[in-house]
């Protein structure tokens, strides 16, 4: 990880991040991810999950304060450090761990920090209510209010501002979604709140995000139909309704996440799914990770579901390591993904191929305009075998075959030359030919000079 400073903020630039692959952060957990673009980037405002420590939340959600997160091409990520933590804030119980799901909104010059947290004076109020931290730009410093915002008690604060200037703020609460104006200051409520109906009675209901596309209103929130949250949806005609329930953005976590929550932008004229998984910490789904993934509509205005995946967005530099682990796809049999240090999630993953034909797809690597002379990769192998790299697919152009001598750990760096290797970009496929076991770190493009 590289540190560099920029005027009298720290950031970290985020080298394991470095191929917008999911999750994208990958030095500390970070979950209920609001994006949002100021001043031609992306911004993510987190939570920031820690293991507790202290007794009372060992088994459940555990936040002392936020970062924020910033990227210009969603590959490159930089950490702009702490910006808020629950022994700054006046109103905030400072022995709470309990700064769930924020957002942060530009108006009149200013970035207004919304985040909810449990009160520390009953004077006040009780239980989560929403705050409100003011900034010069995106990343601060922020400055937090004295008081929590009067009158929204819950969690998971969003905002809208709609084309003709009004503000809104939404959250959850009491089992509700809820929805009020806010008064151009933009801390405090300039009408009674109202519940959001015409949603699904039963069921868990939380962390709404609000957004209007082409005059639609989409009302977006995680749901527990059953077990898990999915992403879901209603559409209205304004911000506060009446919406009309349309359907699922992204069906129930297969792996047992118990929460999801999102936010969704357009950026560079796509839109985004930012959401969480718990990848970094799979036996305990309170320590969770931040993805990303393309979002696409209907012509009608519908929203087509997204399928979360590994391999997120952007696009891979040939020349920088290629981690098939983060794959776009899988053989089904013979071929599987490991942490490389279990006992230390945040070292990474690994790609297993221990069946002849196993394979593993890895899309959009960037060749760039100059054609790169031999293949490097980081392996281990406790039998040896032959991996072949084809380009586009499994009857795609052959464009490597490198044998991989037997090993034990530690890794072993091999390389071995291209035939042929294209330019521009391309999808790579990459297999064990014959038997044998072979673990992938990471592969990368080079000219020959760099052997
Ligand atoms: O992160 C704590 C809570 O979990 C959030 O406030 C909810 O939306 C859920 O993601």
Redesign the pocket.
Known sequence: MRKHYASLFAITLLSGALSAQNPFIRDQFT??PTARVFEGKVYVYP?HDIPSPIERLREW?CMADYHVFSSEDLTEWADHGVIISQDKVPWVDPESYSM??PDCVYRNSKYYFYFPASVRDTLIGRGSMVGVAIAERPYGPFVPQAEPIRGVHG??PCTLTDKDGQAYIYWAGFGNLMGARLKENMLELASEPVVIRELPDKGLK??PFVFEREGRYYFTF?WVQDSTESLVYAMGENPLGPFGMKGVIMDQSPTGCW?N?HSIIEYKGQWYLFYHHNDLSPQFDKNRSVRVDSLTFNPDGSIRKVIPSLRGVGLTNARNEIHPDRYSRLSDTGAAIGFLHPENTFAGWKTILNEAGAWVQYNRVDFGNSKPEILKALVSSATGGKLVVRTDGVNGKRIAEIAIPHSSPPWTEVSGALADAPAGMHDLFISLEGRGHIEIDWIRFDEAANR
Do not use: K
């Open positions: 979950a209920d939570s959600f769930w799901a969690i998971d939380e962390g995680p929460t929550h």
